[in-house]
């Protein structure tokens, strides 16, 4: 199966600042089929991000994906005071479909 | 508008059994997968599998396989989760999970996620 590796595992920023989230695959994803989420604590995962780079219903424009291959990344324009929570990477190209282990957006 | 919510809080002991729900509404049930999604306290999220409610086909990622079973009735628009015989490592919270619209095989993303069902293992 498919490992996804998530950097860094922590990211300190403050509101207003650029978050740039990466996600390595142990092998290239099919179909660029990798998709992020936003989890905060005590709640579910939001699905912000499916296709590598195609925003889900509702997802604000500050947040975008790209990449191709082994390597995609997750960048949140300007953070907003909301945006501090844990982001997950989902590969559903290959199966069993894996998720990364997550990063960390926290308040500096 | 889409909704999932799944059944309440659970407090079971090693060996007993225990099955979970999760109830859609506000689409059509049999055309989309269904999957469930175990959270570990503390950790990351881990897809257990799947179900296809139109024709119930079913498939486990390979580390549940055997541990749980999947289900659907779809004149009531829900999907379960059972344990036969619980362990202390199944303690998590689990989420149900809808996948996408365009999602044809079961191994897609999750658009519309349940509020999660904390099941705790403890004796």
């Known amino acids: 199966e498919i490992v996804l590796t998530q950097s860094p595992g922590t990211l300190s920023l403050s509101p207003g600042e650029r978050a740039s989230l990466s996600c390595r695959a142990s092998?290239?994803?099919?179909?660029?089929?990798l998709a992020w989420y936003q989890q905060k604590p005590g709640q579910a995962p939001r699905l912000l991000i499916y296709g590598a780079s195609y925003r889900a219903t509702g997802i604000p424009d500050r947040f975008s994906g790209s990449g191709s291959g082994t390597d995609f990344t997750l960048t949140i324009s300007r953070l907003d005071a909301e945006d501090f929570a844990v982001y997950y990477c989902?590969?559903?190209?290959?199966?069993?479909?894996?998720f990364g282990q997550g990063t960390k957006v926290a308040i500096k | 508008e889409v909704q999932v919510v799944q059944s309440g809080a659970e407090v079971r002991k090693p060996g007993e059994s225990l099955k979970i729900s999760c109830k859609t509404s506000?689409?059509?049930?049999?055309?989309?997968?269904i999957g469930w999604v175990r959270q570990m306290p503390g950790k990351g999220l881990e897809s257990m599998g799947v179900i296809y409610p139109g024709d119930s086909d079913t498939r486990y990622s390979p580390s549940f396989q055997g541990q749980v079973t999947i289900s659907a009735d779809k004149s009531i628009n829900t999907a379960y989760l059972q344990w036969s015989s619980l362990e202390a490592s199944d303690t998590a919270m689990y989420y149900c999970?809808?996948?996408?619209?365009?999602?044809?095989?079961?191994?897609?993303?999750?658009?519309?996620w349940g509020q999660g069902t904390p099941v705790t293992v403890s004796s």
């Open positions: 506000g689409y059509r049930f049999t055309i989309y997968w």
């Open positions: 092998q290239s994803v099919s179909n660029n089929y």
């Open positions: 999970a809808i996948q996408g619209r365009i999602c044809s095989n079961g191994n897609c993303y999750y658009d519309f």
């Open positions: 989902q590969q559903y190209g290959n199966s069993p479909g894996t």
